[in-house]
């Protein structure tokens, strides 16, 4: 059984960097068709997909945040982090991070960390 597990500081000031680690078991990082993406949900909003990296170790990410954002992995500790620089209040939102799955070129978000909440404040 595939697991993931959040980890990282729940309060980030603004300006400095928000760092946060999802921890998988129960499957690799480097298995083929798997990609391993970023997620995240402000208080009163729907789903924001940040983006992912993938098997391969290509990353990819949603235009409105490439320029903050950092995906990177280790795949030595089957692990892999999300960076976002020059945060605000506006990046206040429960953290997720997400195996998704492509079959036949359709993409499955099969498996979900339990969430972390991130609050922006001075």
């Known amino acids: 059984q595939v697991q993931l597990q959040e980890s990282g500081p729940g309060l980030v000031k603004p300006s400095q960097t928000l760092s946060l680690t999802c921890t998988v078991s129960?499957?690799?990082?480097?298995?083929?068709?798997?990609?391993w993406s970023w997620i995240r949900q402000p208080p009163g909003k729907g789903l924001e997909w940040m983006g992912q990296?993938?098997?391969?170790?290509?990353?990819y990410y949603s235009s409105s945040l490439k320029s903050r954002t950092s995906i990177s992995r280790d795949t030595s500790k089957n692990q892999f982090t999300l960076q976002v620089t020059s945060v605000t209040p506006e990046d206040t939102a429960i953290y997720y991070c997400?195996?998704?799955?492509?079959?036949?070129?359709?993409?499955?978000?099969?498996?979900w960390g339990q969430g972390t909440q991130v609050t922006v404040s001075s």
């Open positions: 990296i993938a098997y391969s170790g290509s990353s």
């Open positions: 129960g499957g690799s990082i480097t298995a083929n068709y798997h990609y």
């Open positions: 997400v195996r998704v799955y492509n079959s036949d070129g359709l993409y499955y978000y099969d498996h």
